[in-house]
């Protein structure tokens, strides 16, 4: 049956895309996100142009197929719902409550999600309340984007299940910083919950082995907070913050929690106060020195990315064999930058043979993938950048993946740059 469908889409859109992708003003891959609607769109276009119909019908196709992995369905689910809320908000509304119902499950199961449908804001209240009503306090932390979803999204209904739950795990010592912050934010950082929990979290800061990850995410929370409360409330939080930075390992992380930290004391203790608090504790002052001189770290990506600039500077020159060289994430992805490049620059057939190259490095590094492979980011980056040359060709690419989450999200991705374009005319 997709098969079928996957015809007549391409019958209908053949010309029109075609056209479309060699008018429209190119973007890299990076760039195709359409803007979400108003709250004011239709729930359904009841009479879609061949390009909204194109999205519709690839988004059905994609989320059609069977994900056997609850985290790779939650995957798939996470980006049809975003490309079909430009079109359809039916639609969207029934992925987002399948999302949301797998993420509970994953969440009350000890695992963390992939992605969280919760945290886009688009489950609605009612849903949302389910959620956060059936989830363990011991996951409050796995569940830190949901929380922070549903605290922004429906703050009148979920503000106080919200602080229960997490109020609950304090008590357990369970902390999850962001999620924190944002009910602090909700309830007002002056307010007497803010106040009470500012000092109970840092009375009640989790074991630092388990929970180094989230040294920085409690630093900021800390420097946020620091000038709203009273000076010992801050100082008290301070040091006991500091004694906890000094039991992890020393890595880029914790130094940039210490500064993130010392930076937030001087300001809301002054000069003297900082000073006064250091002497005070013989811990939290060597853990200061230590990491005197150190650089902050800062997060960049591994360079594995090609510019498509680069890419457009060897135009018409064949990079096929320089690029077979390179590992497969790699290899896709600059062969993606290299079809994106000479297929915008009209040479339809070069762009062809570099994302044939791009489509098997694609499945090459999803068989590979493993829980530091970014594959599926690859998956779609992959397929934007041949969808913003001929969008039939790339579904039709798209398609051919050996793996079935794989197929679904390269779709979704060439259905989210047809969606982008079209929202532009």
Known sequence: MAQHLKLAVCVVLAASLSCAAQNDNPRTSGAA?????????????????????????????AV????????????????AAEVASTVDRTLAKSLWKEGVQIESELVR???????????????????????????????VLKAEQALIGAVTSCPKQLLDPVSRKLDAALENHIVAPRALMAAMEAQGPKSPWSQNHFEKMFASLPDPKENAGEAE???????RMAGEVDRDAARKASLSLLNWLGKLDDTPQRTTAITITTGAMQQALGAQGFRSALESDVVANAVVRSNTGKEVSSQHASGEGTSVLEAMD???????DRLREMPPSERARAAAAHGFAEGVGGDKAQAGKYFDMAFAAVDEAWDARGSETKAAALVQEVSEAAAHV???????????????????????AVARVVASNSMGH
């Open 33 to 61: 996100h359409p803007n979400p609607p108003s709250a004011s769109s239709p729930s359904r276009n009841t009479n879609p142009g061949p390009e909204q119909r194109f999205v519709l019908d690839t988004v059905k196709m």
């Open 64 to 79: 059609a197929l069977r994900q056997p992995d609850p985290q790779d369905r939650l995957r798939v689910l996470a980006s």
């Open 109 to 139: 199961a000890g695992n963390t999600p992939a992605v969280s449908m919760m945290a886009s804001g688009q489950a609605d209240c009612a849903t949302a309340q389910n959620f956060i009503e059936n989830l363990p306090q011991d996951a």
């Open 217 to 223: 995410n409690i630093a900021a929370m800390y420097a």
């Open 314 to 320: 060897n135009k018409g020159s064949d990079q096929t």
């Open 390 to 412: 001929d969008a039939v060709n790339a579904l039709e690419r798209a398609q051919r993946l050996r793996d079935s989450t794989a197929q679904s999200l390269a779709m979704l």
